[in-house]
């Protein structure tokens, strides 16, 4: 009989109520967790961190006596096989580049559902790299900002050696988009240990250990543009994307976020997309209402101008309140 490998976990979190919270997430909702350590504070999760063997690093940021992002630093350093996650309140563009720089895996903010920790959790386990939506916007947002001065910095280039071959590039690419292995796999009709090879080479090369910190240093070395198009024949149109997600068990308000980061949806498109795939209208009404964070009356106009039933949309509408 298989005996299911238990992942050590070590969480850190200084606010007495998140702290139980997660603990009980974690005991309750993950069979394959062992709850390894408890911390409150940076002194302390540290000094843990040199005695022991972890496998999940779950951490805030905002630390009575320090930052979470030494905390991943440390962990990257003494635990390389480590997945590490935040879980903050903090959503501003720097806190989460400066965690992804420093290794982090994942980014969640505090507020989310049991179920969605629950669900990332298990991506992180797996190799994903679960983001909230949110704060996918905060990346997306940072890499478009910077960009505009791009063109005065100058990156010390390493030798040509490192650079990613196109194939590479192309699975960094959908790395950037928030595809996971099987996802790439079906997408590049290859096979998932192929792709799994092909991240291995991409970490070497960009000398990371992590998903989004391959992401950033792809950006940073010219190997990654967070507005290029994939290469002709691999690129894929909405409803394939939505296909994937949807294989991935992605929620309609994520696979609607990562339509907008793909293809820059404006609101009626996204509409649009979401109803060719046959989704009910309260469920796109939903999941547009919380992607472009517009009023009741412009979604409801919109999907009027695309055909919907008067009555479906002020039913849609009212099963939002």
């Known amino acids: 009989m298989t005996v299911e490998k238990k992942y050590r976990v070590l969480l850190v979190e200084d606010d007495q109520a998140t702290l139980k919270r997660m603990a009980d997430i974690i005991r309750s909702q993950h069979e394959s967790l062992v709850l390894a350590g408890l911390s409150e504070n940076y002194c302390d999760a540290s000094a843990w961190l040199n005695e022991n063997e972890l496998d999940v690093l779950l951490t805030d940021l905002g630390l009575p006596d320090g930052n979470g992002k030494q905390l991943i630093e440390q962990t ?17 563009e720097n806190s989460v580049v400066e965690a992804i720089k420093a290794g982090a895996s994942g980014y969640l903010l505090k507020d989310e559902s049991v179920e969605h920790i629950t669900d990332a959790i298990s991506q992180l386990l797996q190799g994903g790299s679960p983001i909230s939506p949110a704060i996918a916007r905060y990346i997306l947002d940072y890499f478009q900002h910077d960009e505009v001065a791009s063109s005065n910095r100058t990156v010390e280039p390493r030798c040509t050696e490192t650079l990613l071959t196109p194939k590479e590039k192309l699975v960094l690419q959908y790395i950037s988009r928030g595809y996971a292995n099987k996802e790439i796999a079906l997408s590049l009709e290859i096979s998932p240990h192929t792709v799994a090879s092909h991240i291995k080479h991409i970490y070497r090369k960009l000398e990371v250990n992590s998903r989004n910190e391959a992401v ?23 409803q394939q994307v939505i296909q994937s997600l949807k ?17 820059s949806c404006d609101l009626a498109s996204g509409i649009k997309t979401l109803h060719q795939a046959e989704y009910t209208t309260p469920e796109i009404f939903s999941a547009v209402k919380s992607s472009f964070n517009v009023d009741d009356r412009m979604i409801i106009e919109q999907m009027l101008k695309l055909g919907f039933n008067h009555e479906e949309a002020l039913e849609a509408m009212l099963d939002q309140v």
């Open 76 to 92: 990257r350093k003494q635990h390389p096989e480590a997945e590490i996650m935040v879980i903050s309140r903090f959503g501003d």
């Open 216 to 238: 950033f240093e792809g950006w940073r070395m010219g190997e990654l543009s967070m507005h290029q198009q994939q290469q002709n024949g691999t690129k894929k149109d909405p």
């Open 247 to 263: 294989a991935g068990n992605k929620s309609v308000n994520e696979i609607m976020d990562m339509l907008m980061l793909i293809f």
